[in-house]
């Protein structure tokens, strides 16, 4: 397929930006100036691997060309080269398609992460643990950061369930794959007679909302202060610092006490309910059209049985694309890359279909 008009479109939208970013109140609007900025960004990304892809296809034409040639010798070092050059191509093309597809808005984002211990009691709240362990050290091989915003630990020391905050380049984007249900297959400490156990934890990736995004009326709220109690987080004191957070409307409710102080809670348990109700908006966008998909990679389903665990044989297998890896030590340890890429080829593929770029 000939990219070249759409590639011409993206060289025009360079220059207008190039001229928004050259006034001298472009930064007035700092929302919008990041999303600009953003933009331009992705734009040049594209057209610079439309030039490789161009430079290699030269050379792949040059290299034919010398493979034929009289010299012997260049002759045998042009064909060498053609095998690389081939795969190059192969694989700058698919990039090409990948990132002319329509971009979602929310793939830049920053993102808030829901840890709930599911089937499997004690043995579910330590595997909510361990996740929450996997996507911090997962976040630090991407240069994210992290922030731990709330929290119900459990008596064996896992969590009943936990709010994790990450920012950074494209948290979304990368993290929205790890929303729905992961289940777990292993002998826990406390089994004597070394029996299997199944237990589930269910992930939600939530895109973080801003308050331009969400309006938590006054009259729509009720926010109680109560006193924080339990084997909290660092900070939790005995002092009435726990905030409870109802969303009358929908009876969604959030609870924070890990804060160091009561003000802090209640800024947090906002936060993750204008998330929760921002992630229920766009839930009900993304039934309403795309109903007709088959398979929905990415789409953060969050009661899909996405992923299984199994310590005994170490392996790790994502259902969603049927993909198997036997690294579970180093998938536990913060490697998620292997899963990532084969979860973005899938979701790719489908959208492209959908696009009719394919």
Request: hydrophobic share 35%; with cysteine; aromatic share 6%.
């Amino acid at each position: 397929m000939d990219y070249s008009a759409l590639i011409h479109q993206r060289r025009r939208r360079l220059g207008e930006i190039d001229d928004m970013m050259a006034d001298g109140a472009f930064f007035s609007d700092p929302k919008k100036a990041g999303e600009i900025v953003r933009e331009h960004r992705k734009i040049k990304q594209t057209l610079d691997l439309w030039e490789r892809l161009g430079t290699a296809k030269r050379q792949l034409e040059e290299n034919d060309e010398l493979s034929r040639g009289d010299d012997a010798e260049m002759a045998e070092m042009a064909r060498e080269e053609i095998p690389g050059l081939q795969a190059e191509i192969a694989q700058l093309s698919e990039d090409i398609q990948y990132a002319l597809l329509p971009a979602d808005p929310n793939e830049d984002r920053d993102a808030i992460v829901e840890i709930r211990a599911g089937a499997g009691g004690d043995e579910a709240s330590l595997f909510a643990a361990e996740l929450l362990r996997l996507y911090q050290r997962y976040s630090e091989t991407r240069g994210w950061k992290t922030e731990h915003l709330s929290s119900s630990p459990s008596e064996v020391g896992g969590f009943k369930e936990v709010f994790l905050r990450v920012t950074g380049d494209e948290v979304f984007r990368i993290l929205k794959y790890e929303s729905g249900v992961h289940r777990v297959q292993r002998v826990p400490a406390t089994e004597t007679q070394g029996r299997i156990h199944t237990s589930t934890v269910t992930v939600a990736v939530m895109p973080e909302a801003e308050e331009v995004d969400v309006e938590l009326k006054p009259d729509d709220l009720r926010i109680e202060v109560c006193r924080a109690g339990g084997a909290g987080g660092q900070h939790v004191n005995r002092t009435e610092s726990a905030v409870q957070v109802f969303h009358l409307p929908t009876g969604l409710y959030v609870r924070c006490e890990d804060g160091r102080s009561q003000g802090q809670n209640k800024e947090r348990a906002l936060q993750i309910m204008r998330t929760r109700l921002y992630e229920m908006k766009l839930r009900e966008e993304q039934e309403k059209h795309s109903a007709h998909r088959r398979a929905q990679i990415g789409s953060g389903d969050r009661s899909e049985k996405i992923r299984t665990y199994n310590f005994p044989q170490s392996r790790v297998t994502d259902h969603r694309i049927s993909h198997t890896s036997h690294n579970l030590t180093g998938i536990m340890a913060g490697d998620l890359s292997e899963f990532t890429a084969e979860l973005q080829k899938a979701e790719m593929a489908e959208r492209m279909t959908e696009a009719g770029i394919r």
